[in-house]
Structures are given as C-alpha cells and as structure tokens.
C-alpha cells in the first residue's frame, strides 16, 4: 500500500533560525501533498496544499513567507518554517492521496515531525 | 470552506460496552466521510470511511453511518478493548478543502476503562 515517510520525525532549534521537514511518497507518485499542523491535544489544521510543478495553496491564515513550500518532484515536498518562534512549535504532519488520480479523498499521512523551538 | 463538528471530547467507556462518536458537517456538497484513529505522538490511522452515497458501512466491531439529510455521521465501536483507546478524528472533505483536503474535527478522546 501507499507510504509516505516524513523526515525528521522530531527537531529542536534555536529562535530565529529555519527548519526543513521532508515528505516523501516511497512507493507512488504524488501529483499533491498536505500539509497538516497539530497542537497538543488539538485536531490537524490544514495548511496547505502542495502542488508538483505549481505553487502550493496555503488557508486561509497561514503566511506564505512563515511557511515555505517546495513540491520539487512527484515523491517530494518540503515544508520550511522561516525565523521559527516558539509559537511554531507543533507537530506537523503531511499526506498525501492514497489513489493519485482517482480522487477518492483517502490521505496517508507520514509519521509526522514535532518541532521545538526555544 | 467546510466546519466539521466532533462530540464527545472525552468518551470513558467499560470495556466491552459500545462507544459512539458524532460529528456534523456544514457542507452540504461533501461527499467523503473518513475516520482516523492516532495513538499519542503517532500518525493518524484511517479506520474506516464513508462516502455519500452509502448510508452505513461496518467492518468488524466498527461502522460508521451517515444522514445525509441531516448532515451528520457517527462512529459505533461495539465491544470494546483496551487497544480502542486513543484520540478518534472524524473529517469531511467539503469544497474549500483543495483537491482531497480533509477538514477534521476537534477529535475525541476515548478511553476504555478495564
């Protein structure tokens, strides 16, 4: 079935600096990704909508120019959060369709990557 | 965009007794209906689904049902056990979700007690 993995599953950085989290589809192509964001004991947020070859679509809400991202090739999408505050802090996690084209809704998410930020 | 209501919060159950969740929608054009089940610090796992065009679907101790008319779809876990417990996300995938965004609800977190 589809995987998709997420790296690095957690991360501590300093304030101020940028952090890069990968989502990659290990067995299939994925034309979109989501990006989902999630605080303790809250439920994932939608993000944004990461599209291969295009931009990605972002919320309502969510800064373009805080949160970076790259769909660079069919099994790739990066997420970069830009000068990074501890109110960044979260988990977050991307998908992406578990039948690319047929756009039956089903998402596989990646294990997820929590982010600290001091 | 689509606004997907989750009830209860918090659901204490004995084990073996049956567990419900409902959750309602705002999109009337939704047409998906999944839910996820996420242990702590994990990945949301789906555990079942819906689509609109179905009414109920149950696979083992678990089935989902959707009123359509109503806007609402609720999971029933029957027998339950103590590897049940965990948080339980229902989501709808409504028009301002992108492509196949997935629009969740607050969650619920269902504790079976031994």
């Known amino acids: 079935g589809a995987v998709v993995s997420q790296h690095p599953s957690w991360v501590i950085c300093k304030s101020g600096t940028s952090v890069k989290i990968e989502c990659r589809s290990l067995?299939?192509?994925?034309?979109?990704m989501f990006w989902y964001r999630q605080f303790p004991k809250q439920s994932l947020m939608l993000m944004a909508t990461?599209?291969?070859?295009?931009?990605?679509?972002?919320e309502q809400g969510v800064e373009k120019d805080k949160f970076l991202i790259n769909h660079a090739s069919l099994t790739l999408s990066t997420l970069t959060v830009t000068s990074a505050h501890p109110e960044d802090s979260s988990f977050y996690i991307c998908?992406?369709?578990?039948?690319?084209?047929?756009?039956?809704?089903?998402?596989?998410f990646g294990e997820g990557s929590r982010l600290t930020v001091l | 965009g689509e606004n997907v209501e989750q009830h209860p919060s918090t659901l204490s159950v004995q084990e073996g007794d049956s567990a419900v969740i409902k959750c309602t929608y705002s999109?009337?054009?939704?047409?998906?209906f999944p839910w996820y089940k996420q242990e702590l610090g994990k990945r949301p796992q789906l555990i079942i689904d819906?689509?609109?065009?179905?009414g109920e679907k149950k696979d083992q101790r678990i089935a989902v049902t959707l009123n359509k008319t109503a806007k609402h779809f609720s999971l029933h876990i029957t027998e339950t056990q103590p590897e049940d417990s965990a948080v339980y996300f229902c989501?709808?995938?409504?028009?301002?979700?992108?492509?196949?965004?997935?629009?969740f609800g607050k969650g619920t977190h269902l504790i079976i007690q031994p």
């Open positions: 998908s992406a369709p578990t039948h690319p084209g047929r756009n039956t809704g089903e998402l596989f």
């Open positions: 067995d299939f192509q994925a034309t979109t």
């Open positions: 990461s599209n291969e070859g295009s931009k990605a679509t972002y």
């Open positions: 999109d009337s054009a939704s047409n998906y």
């Open positions: 819906i689509r609109s065009n179905v």
């Open positions: 989501a709808a995938r409504g028009r301002g979700g992108g492509a196949d965004g997935l629009t």
